[in-house]
């Protein structure tokens, strides 16, 4: 399985941005789609945005229009970047890999899990 890292958490103050980065290993990371979740304190896991292999990307609304998603295959590293950041983007923020769709829903649990980073918006 491709072994993944994120980095580029910290803490901005609202309406700032942020740049979380998700290094793969592995040759293969090119066929993945990469997913980026969260989970605040006392919430569920969030699907946050994916991005296939041919450079399709999706959205959750809570985040749209706000954050997007990128990749560089050539690099094995995804990107999220992530504009008018709120308090309510308060989480760590876990890339995923290798997971894979059942009726059009991406599933992560066959997939690979970055250790996570913290991402932390207050004044």
């Known amino acids: 399985q491709v072994q993944l890292a994120e980095s580029g958490g910290g803490l901005v103050q609202p309406g700032g941005s942020l740049r979380l980065s998700c290094a793969a290993s592995?040759?293969?990371?090119?066929?993945?789609?990469i997913a980026w979740y969260r989970q605040a304190p006392g919430k569920q896991r969030e699907l946050v945005a994916t991005i296939t292999d041919g450079g399709t990307t999706n959205y959750a609304d809570s985040v749209k229009g706000r954050f997007t998603s990128s990749r560089d295959n050539a690099k094995t590293t995804a990107y999220l970047q992530m504009n008018s950041l709120k308090p309510e983007d308060t989480a760590v923020y876990y890339c995923?890999?290798?997971?894979?769709?059942?009726?059009?829903?991406?599933?992560?649990?066959?997939?690979?899990w970055g250790q996570g980073t913290q991402v932390t918006v207050s004044s």
């Open positions: 995923n890999a290798g997971g894979r769709y059942y009726s059009g829903a991406y599933s992560p649990d066959s997939g690979s």
């Open positions: 592995g040759t293969i990371f090119r066929l993945y789609t």
